[in-house]
Nanobody
Framework: QVHLVESGGGLVQAGESLRLSCVASGSNFVINAMGWYRQNPGEQREMVALQAGSTTVYGDSVKGRFTISTDRAKNTVYLQMNNLKHEDTAVYYC?????????????WGQGTQVTVSS
């Protein structure tokens, strides 16, 4: 069984930074892609950043402010969030596309709250 565990959320002021981490734990899996989504109550889940090999995609609202990186040796994906804005407030979810060991499946973390005060 594979689990994703996020950490790093919290309350910050506008203009400050946070770094989220997500560790994929379990055994006998291969990472195809990992990324971050966010969601507020009553709204659709929004793609923030995705990374698959050398390909990286960002949501338009975070380009130039957020950076995703993946440490394959640690099965960890990070999201460095700089110059945070009030509208970045949301629950952030880690997402992983894994082959376990050959069956490709999608996994989600439990979410971590990011609150940016204006």
């Amino acid at each position: 069984q594979v689990h994703l565990v996020e950490s790093g959320g919290g309350l910050v002021q506008a203009g400050e930074s946070l770094r989220l981490s997500c560790v994929a734990s379990g055994s006998n899996f291969v990472i195809n892609a990992m990324g971050w989504y966010r969601q507020n109550p009553g709204e659709q889940r929004e793609m923030v950043a995705l990374q698959a090999g050398s390909t990286t995609v960002y949501g338009d609202s975070v380009k130039g402010r957020f950076t995703i990186s993946t440490d394959r040796a640690k099965n960890t994906v990070y999201l460095q969030m700089n110059n945070l804005k009030h509208e970045d407030t949301a629950v952030y979810y880690c997402n992983a596309d894994l082959s376990v060991p050959v069956v490709r499946s999608e996994f989600w973390g439990q979410g971590t709250q990011v609150t940016v005060s204006s």
